[in-house]
């Protein structure tokens, strides 16, 4: 019996082996790039979460500059995956068309976290890794450009006074549109452009919806954040971020050997104000009485609103040295014309107690309860010597004194 062999002659398919298994592990390349994508979010939403009161009223640099490099470090990540995958800048296909597209988001996502700065350090990595890894600089240039007109969308977008929603639709849109004609001109077939176009839309509805999720609770946390640690009315600290800086000082206290001075304020017949000129003329002086406040306290020490007209200062120096400053914002106070509501004009004055303190008086938050409790009293020493004056502490005056503060 005869054995028979068939031969199959198949042609031989010289098929670059990266190129085969980034084809056959195109759909691994694509959650490679959300995952990295979903990576920027989680870090925008952490870093607007923990920065969001720096962020927004007094927006340091170099947080935007370390949120760009990180948004930066990321997208360098998805232009090596990109690189594997473009093997001829000529014929462009849908794989290497959708690897480049994606990267466009870390720069909206990087402009929407922290603005220009943040926008231009992504951008700058992503065209250094580009020159870096890729050996036709020609394709470097032309998508670098590509993106630099992305990051001029996008921010003139962002600018724009339109809904959020459109505004994500206008810059979405308007990109990948520019990187279609890029493609075409590519020589990237009409079926290919069309799935690509798609799969683009595709991933801007749903990254504007992860986005509008994240920075919809982001605000809502600043908000109540806001609420829950600020005065509404004058916008310095609350009674509750008071306590809560006063716990921080306390362990700081235990490790500096300086001098620290605790200063009550009370605006002095406050009620005459609100009865004659009414409550919003009473808002209005509380108001301009803060920012004179805020203009001679130093950033890194105390200012908070106790309550009512009363707010509290603790400075980072010794008796002397704030009892001058008392008495310079009593008298810039003094020499304050407040403009009312009601288009009427006034003077106010205001007194002030202090109390001084260190580390060899302060060990626990109750010894400094009871520092704010002598700066009360000297307080209350001011008012009975006929007010718009300040007063020192010195032990045995108001004995036995001590208005309600509020402390647990």
Same mark, same amino acid.
């Given at each position: 019996?005869?054995?028979?062999?068939?031969?199959?002659?198949?042609?031989?398919?010289?098929?670059?082996?990266?190129?085969?298994?980034?084809?056959?592990?195109?759909?691994?390349?694509? +959650? /490679?790039? =959300?995952? %990295?994508? #979903?990576?920027? $979010?989680?870090?925008?939403? *952490?870093?607007?979460?923990?920065?969001?009161?720096?962020?927004?009223?007094?927006?340091?640099?170099?947080?935007?500059?370390?949120?760009?490099?990180?948004?930066?470090?990321?997208?360098?990540?998805?232009?090596?995956?990109?690189?594997?995958?473009?093997?001829?800048?000529?014929?462009?296909?849908?794989?290497?068309?959708?690897?480049?597209?994606?990267?466009?988001?870390?720069?909206?996502?990087?402009?929407?976290?922290?603005?220009?700065?943040?926008?231009?350090?992504?951008?700058?990595?992503?065209?250094?890794?580009?020159?870096?890894?890729?050996?036709?600089?020609?394709?470097?240039?032309? +998508? /670098?450009? =590509?993106? %630099?007109? #992305?990051?001029? $969308?996008?921010?003139?977008? *962002?600018?724009?006074?339109?809904?959020?929603?459109?505004?994500?639709?206008?810059?979405?849109?308007?990109?990948?549109?520019?990187?279609?004609?890029?493609?075409?001109?590519?020589?990237?077939?009409?079926?290919?452009?069309?799935?690509?176009?798609?799969?683009?839309?595709?991933?801007?509805?749903?990254?504007?919806?992860?986005?509008?999720?994240?920075?919809?609770?982001?605000?809502?946390?600043?908000?109540?954040?806001?609420?829950?640690?600020?005065?509404?009315?004058?916008?310095?600290?609350?009674?509750?971020?008071?306590?809560?800086?006063?716990?921080?000082?306390?362990?700081?206290?235990?490790?500096?050997?300086?001098?620290?001075?605790?200063?009550?304020?009370?605006?002095?017949?406050?009620?005459?104000?609100?009865?004659?000129?009414?409550?919003?003329?009473?808002?209005?002086?509380?108001?301009?009485?803060?920012?004179?406040?805020?203009?001679?306290?130093?950033?890194?020490?105390?200012?908070?609103?106790?309550?009512?007209?009363?707010?509290?200062?603790?400075?980072?120096?010794?008796?002397?040295?704030?009892?001058?400053?008392?008495?310079?914002?009593?008298?810039?106070?003094?020499?304050?014309?407040?403009?009312?509501?009601?288009?009427?004009?006034?003077?106010?004055?205001?007194?002030?107690?202090?109390?001084?303190?260190?580390?060899?008086?302060?060990?626990?938050?109750?010894?400094?309860?009871?520092?704010?409790?002598?700066?009360?009293?000297?307080?209350?020493?001011?008012?009975?010597?006929?007010?718009?004056?300040?007063?020192?502490?010195?032990?045995?005056?108001?004995?036995?004194?001590?208005?309600?503060?509020?402390?647990?």
């Amino acid at each position: 019996m005869k054995s028979v062999v068939y031969v199959f002659d198949f042609p031989i398919v010289d098929i670059d082996p990266v190129r085969k298994f980034i084809l056959v592990n195109s759909a691994s390349i694509v +959650l /490679n790039f =959300i995952s %990295l994508l #979903a990576a920027f $979010i989680v870090t925008y939403s *952490l870093f607007f979460k923990k920065l969001s009161m720096v962020y927004i009223e007094r927006s340091p640099k170099r947080y935007r500059v370390l949120f760009g490099l990180i948004g930066g470090i990321l997208a360098s990540i998805t232009v090596l995956l990109s690189v594997l995958t473009i093997t001829n800048i000529d014929d462009f296909h849908f794989i290497d068309a959708l690897t480049i597209g994606l990267q466009t988001y870390f720069i909206f996502i990087s402009l929407y976290g922290g603005g220009v700065v943040s926008g231009i350090f992504t951008l700058t990595c992503i065209t250094a890794m580009r020159w870096l890894v890729d050996p036709s600089v020609r394709m470097a240039e032309e +998508l /670098n450009c =590509i993106d %630099l007109i #992305a990051f001029a $969308i996008t921010w003139i977008g *962002l600018r724009l006074d339109l809904e959020r929603h459109w505004r994500w639709a206008l810059i979405s849109t308007t990109t990948i549109l520019l990187q279609s004609g890029f493609f075409i001109m590519k020589g990237m077939d009409l079926g290919e452009l069309l799935l690509y176009i798609g799969s683009m839309l595709v991933v801007a509805v749903v990254m504007y919806f992860i986005m509008h999720y994240v920075i919809q609770s982001l605000e809502m946390y600043v908000y109540f954040q806001r609420n829950a640690m600020q005065d509404f009315l004058t916008k310095l600290d609350n009674l509750r971020s008071l306590h809560l800086k006063i716990t921080r000082l306390v362990k700081r206290m235990q490790d500096t050997n300086r001098d620290y001075t605790v200063m009550i304020a009370d605006i002095d017949y406050f009620k005459s104000i609100n009865d004659t000129y009414g409550h919003a003329a009473g808002d209005e002086v509380l108001r301009q009485f803060s920012k004179l406040l805020s203009e001679y306290c130093p950033k890194k020490d105390i200012l908070a609103r106790m309550g009512g007209e009363e707010f509290c200062l603790i400075l980072s120096s010794g008796i002397e040295k704030s009892e001058k400053i008392a008495n310079q914002i009593r008298e810039a106070v003094a020499g304050h014309l407040c403009t009312l509501p009601t288009q009427q004009s006034a003077f106010i004055t205001v007194s002030f107690g202090l109390a001084g303190c260190n580390r060899d008086r302060v060990h626990t938050v109750n010894d400094m309860h009871k520092v704010m409790d002598e700066a009360d009293q000297a307080l209350y020493a001011a008012k009975t010597a006929g007010r718009n004056r300040v007063s020192v502490y010195q032990a045995g005056d108001s004995a036995g004194h001590s208005r309600r503060l509020g402390w647990n």
